[in-house]
């Protein structure tokens, strides 16, 4: 009869330890995840911020070449009037 108990008891113990590991494993697995997407939208977020100030940079050469050509028309235009 002591060995029936001793046997329920080991039984429970060991599916009270699997248990813990399981739910262990998944803790773990879901902190990586967490990990993992934090450093995606880092990433992200960074990839960003580059193409934000490439494309500022970009602005900055066509409005430049824009102010330029309508400088350039608006002299020809003038040049038009008085001949």
Known sequence: MVEIFAAIAGASLTVAATAASGMTRR???GRD????????????????EVLHSDIKTRD?????RLRDLESAVARLEG???HT
Do not use: G, H, K
């Open 27 to 29: 803790a773990n697995d």
């Open 33 to 48: 995840a967490v990990i993992r997407l934090t450093v995606a939208v880092d990433n992200v977020a960074s990839r960003l």
């Open 60 to 64: 900055v050469e066509v409005f430049s």
């Open 79 to 81: 040049s038009n009037i």
